[in-house]
């Protein structure tokens, strides 16, 4: 479905089609089921995906073995451990997928070439990752300021495709809270909305 991410690209930038041609040639599809991971800690992490259909989740594991949910990534999102992709070294996170997924892989050494040959995917990469800065500062301004109800109904708005289609304990370690909490949130939205 080469069409899909031609049009998420074209958000950003024009490419002619001798550019489409040879983008596309640069990339892998890629197909798991649910549960695979496309990333474990400590593999090199070599590649950015681009999700087609599925979705996936990436999450950082402590030494005691809590899980702690970083992004989601929907049909038509970019996902990879960024800190070590663009560094090249082992990976500090996992990619699941959280049901079957297909998705289009850029190896790094490609992204380099693409760099050079055609320089205007250095803006689109630039505002991906702009947008994605953006989105974790505002993540983490929320995490102090607001309450853990309010992150969740953020979350709602922000984020409706990705909250029919995780579990709940999975939203729940995204908002950096218990599984238990998350149920008596969702218990009090639904409280409030009968007695209004």
Known sequence: MPELILKNISKHITLTSEEEVYFLALLKPKQVSKKDFILKEGQVCKEINFVES??????????????STIMFAVAEWWVTDMFCFVNEQAAMLNIEAIEDSRMLQLQKEDLDQLYIKVPKFERFFRIIMQNAYIREQLRVIQELSLSAEERYHNFLIKYPKVAQQVK???????????????????GNKTKKKIIS
């Open 54 to 67: 599925g979705t996936l989740r990436a999450f950082y594991l402590d030494k005691m073995g809590k899980e």
């Open 168 to 186: 709940q304990k999975q939203i729940a370690s995204y908002l950096g809270i218990t599984p238990e909490f998350l149920s008596m949130i969702r």
